[in-house]
């Protein structure tokens, strides 16, 4: 028999280790956590081979697999496993690593992830939106009634902010494109209904179906579905903003004292993200006991969208008050997060949203979802008994 030779990758165990799944080792394969996962599928269930997989170092093993991002992080397998290994908060960590095969330049993973560089990676957007308001606008306070435009106008802020957000969503395309191609290669798929599937994987996401899956962290769906909502709610009112001031010339549906339903719409949005945000945290603290509390990579993309939200809520009321030295400070923090969380989109964990999605659509895509359907329900229907007098009647 040919023998066959494990070559462990040291540094991506080091990596899963460093980013949360310090507790990889204490798992002694019992496959509790498959048992319980109430999102897995029936057939190759998960998380029990990514724990053997991620122990001994086998990063090859991870290369085009969709599993570690069917898990949807409701950590019902870390509440019951017995020894402590916190499955699902390695899931997590080993997506950070596997963010790294496909998010290019992956070093950029390392970077925003890294929790001594964080001043760094506010510091860098915070200097260039800093030096574009001082090319455009006034870096200070402006005299007057508050008005954002006083400090950087609209033009610069699209010049800044389109690039971003085309850069953040082009890498994570692009990472799609690399991580689809893999799982068709890995998981021996040369063809399939594309356009069914990604249907399909947008209704479920947009009901969050899975989330309902999950025992222990229920809440996580309400949280994550007000979440998703309302960046859904506010990039329609920017799109709209946009149609307003760059297509149709009209004043910016956001002016104060110009009162229109997109302005509502925005502010729900607003609202939205704070409320979001603090079921987030508020979800993390009361399940911290048997959970855990997530690890910095959590709790990074976490912070900048609660900041984002916040700073955002903060500095439109500190406008409507008219208290300016509230208002425009608060109004630079706000776009120094949104810069930072444009550019930073396919690097932290925010990347869930493509790789997630894709491999949702994969499942759909290789008929792996129908056959775990067809798993679950029994073939062939038991058959039913039939009365004695309905028999004879039969056979007479
Ligand atoms: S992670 Fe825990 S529940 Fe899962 S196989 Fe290892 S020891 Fe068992
Ligand atoms: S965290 Fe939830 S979805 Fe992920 S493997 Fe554990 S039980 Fe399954």
């Given amino acids: 028999m040919a023998e066959q030779v494990i070559k462990p990758d040291l540094d991506f165990v080091k990596g899963i280790i460093e980013s949360g799944g310090e507790s990889l080792k204490k798992c002694y394969q019992c ?3 498959s048992v319980v996962c109430n999102v897995t599928p029936e057939e190759t269930p998960f998380p029990r081979k990514e724990m053997i997989w991620a122990q001994w170092g086998l990063k090859e093993k991870f290369q085009g697999n969709p599993d570690v991002w069917l898990c949807h992080q409701c950590n019902d397998c870390t509440a ?10 390695v899931l997590g960590a080993i997506r950070k690593q596997t963010i790294k095969q496909y998010s290019a330049p992956s070093v950029l993973v390392d970077i925003v992830n890294n929790q001594k560089l964080m001043p760094l990676i506010f510091l860098i957007p915070a200097v260039l939106v800093a030096i574009v308001i001082a090319m455009t606008g006034t870096l200070g306070i402006p005299d007057g009634a508050v008005i954002f435009t006083k400090m950087i106008p609209v033009l610069p802020i699209q010049i800044l902010f389109t690039p971003a957000l085309i850069f953040g969503v082009a890498v994570g395309a692009l990472g799609v494109k690399k991580f689809w191609a ?3 290669l890995a998981n021996g798929v040369s063809s399939g209904d594309l356009k069914t599937s990604i ?3 947008a209704k479920q996401v947009l009901s969050h179906e899975k989330f309902k899956d999950c025992d222990e962290s229920k809440d996580r769906y309400t949280s994550h579905l007000v979440l998703f909502y309302s960046f859904v709610i506010l990039g329609i009112t920017t799109a709209i903003g946009a149609l307003y001031i760059d297509i149709l010339h009209m004043e910016s549906p956001f002016s104060i004292g110009y ?3 997109v302005k509502l719409f925005g502010i729900v949005g607003a609202a939205a993200i ?4 603090l079921l987030m945290i508020n979800n993390r603290f009361k399940n911290q006991e048997t959970l855990g509390l997530g690890s910095y990579f959590d709790w990074l993309l976490i912070g900048i969208i609660g900041v984002v939200g916040f700073s955002g809520t903060l500095a439109y009321l500190a406008r409507l008050a008219g208290i300016g030295m509230v208002a425009y400070p608060v109004y630079f923090i706000h776009l120094v997060f949104v810069f930072s969380l444009f550019i930073y989109l396919p690097f932290s964990k925010l990347a869930h949203m493509f790789y997630r999605g894709a491999a949702m659509c994969f499942m759909k895509y290789s008929g792996r979802e129908a056959q775990a359907a067809a798993v679950a329900q029994p073939a062939v229907e038991a058959p039913v008994e039939q009365e004695p007098a309905e028999a004879e009647k039969k056979e007479g």
């Fill in 31 to 33: 496959a509790t956590c």
């Fill in 182 to 184: 893999d799982m068709k």
């Fill in 274 to 277: 704070v409320v979001g945000t």
């Fill in 199 to 201: 249907i399909d994987t």
């Fill in 80 to 89: 019951y496993c017995p020894r402590g290994a916190k499955p699902g908060e």
């Fill in 259 to 261: 009162g229109t339903p």
